[in-house]
């Protein structure tokens, strides 16, 4: 196993360090070279392997005395069963129906034979309960019967509108379900569709683990930080009628993995920017590697090995915080076999953005939410974790962060500086509040120079993407038509909404500086491009190269909670190179 020297008490001299700070140091032996992780906790660290709580090992003393309570997420139990659902007995039996499917006859009697099945078990009640209460299968309709003295307690019919055929309907359906749940107190649930005769055995296990992915995460709640709050009691989920065997087992268990990643996701972006720092995330990455050792090596820079790199662009940006920066690098090899592929994910880490000088001020700026500026961070630390659990054969993956803060102080990168990155193009700064990209410059040259044949960077990046897609849809922009229609084909299986936005290169001009190579903002106008035409120019021409601008998506503002978007699509687009 290649050597690992990893770091994260160095750089900290202008932090306070609390007296708890250890530094231990894990030495693995065996015939191959020595496998040496040394990293800082304190005694508040508890990480949680396979989808656990975070650490928050901190490296100054606590701001507002906050730290997260060491909370479990509930263990749920995928299965899948084959047997009659009216026999079924537990809590509640939700039942996936479409408009189609709550077609009745002259005498109001359902036509399909599910739920006809079901209704005269129960005497006609659901067929007139759905009557009274106008239910008609529509997306987001659910109706909720107690049925006492039968298998189920309960039988819930949830809409799924007048079809349902993609990952991102049936995780919604998922979610309605954990929600009736939740309102049921219910501590096991079977979940059936009312019509599956025409689909296939492969979109069978798809569906299962869009909709197991969904009732997860759906009943996943982020009470760390409340002083009180009710723990969440479903235990166990049956899927019925999808067959059973060791393909569906297989894919239970990636959407069990997968889900526990995007939980950990979750966790990150929800963490405040004074319990989650760049040393913080650091640690996370650190975790990953230590738990998954068999697969993953981490190498993590502190500022003055950025600086023998030259990377200037990315400490431009780091310069004025107390918190000092973090370089993050995970590599993932699989246990055995040829590689066939080397992938690289590159996620924007500002762990909390403040503008700089050009202070984020005024209506809608969101600076009090710009904890979640790490997003991209979270979507290619989470992606790790899952690979490190699923360990796909025969591709190479990097995971790589350039974490830090964007803070005000004397010691600032001011509007008008000229910073030069580790490819030695100069970049006038116009805007201080454009500083992912700076840091996403040295970030990508990096990822370039570890050999990587295709990246893909996921960042908080632009309000004018938000401005253009909404809050649900991510940006993508890339010059290879080959790499966007993988990538779209991962999310279609994951569920997560992207579109192609165009890379128009007349836009460029906007970015040229009198003094250097390039400015960093462009103006109001294609501010998306733009940006993304910004990000191209530290991109090796011969590697295929993708942004993923995930302002609008990161954040659910109705829940206000992370989402953990990206991490599905990022591990099935590794997974699909695996394959």
Known sequence: ??????????????????????????????????????????????????????????????????????????????SAKEIDVAEWKGDILAVGVTEKDMTKDDSKRFENSLLKNLDAKLGGHLSEASSEEDFTGKPGQSLVLRVPGHGAKRIGLIGLGKSATNAYAFRNFGEAIAAAAKNAQASNVGIVLASTESTSNESKLNIASAIASGTVLGTYEDNRYKSDSKKPVLKSVDILGFGTGPELDKKLKYAEDVSSAVIFGKELVNSPANVLTPAVLAEEATKIASTYSDVFSATILNAEQCKELKMGSYLGVAAASDNPPHFIHLCYKPPSGPIKAKLALVGKGLTFDSGGYNIKTGPGCSIELMKFDMGGSAAVLGAAKAIGQVKPPGVEVHFIVAACENMISGTGMRPGDIVTASNGKTIEVNNTDAEGRLTLADALIYACNQGAEKIIDLATLTGACVVALGPSIAGVFTPSDELANEVFSAAEASGEKLWRMPLEESYWESMKSGVADMVNTGGRPGGAITA????????????????????????????????????????????????
């Open 1 to 78: 196993m290649a050597a690992i020297a990893v770091s994260l008490a160095t750089s900290l001299t202008s932090a306070v360090v609390p007296s708890s700070l250890t530094s231990f140091v894990f030495n693995k032996l065996n015939s191959a070279p020595c496998l040496r992780i040394t990293f800082s906790v304190s005694r508040f660290s508890s990480y949680r392997g396979g989808g656990k709580l975070m650490a928050h090992s901190l490296v100054r003393a606590t701001l507002g005395l906050t730290q997260p309570a060491d909370i479990d997420v509930p263990k749920i139990a995928l």
């Open 532 to 579: 993304a035409l910004f990000l191209k120019q530290f991109v090796d021409e011969k590697v295929q190269w993708m942004h993923i601008d995930i302002a609008g998506p990161v954040w659910n503002e109705k829940k206000r909670t992370a989402t953990g978007f990206g991490i599905q699509t990022l591990v099935e687009w590794v997974r699909q190179h695996s394959s």
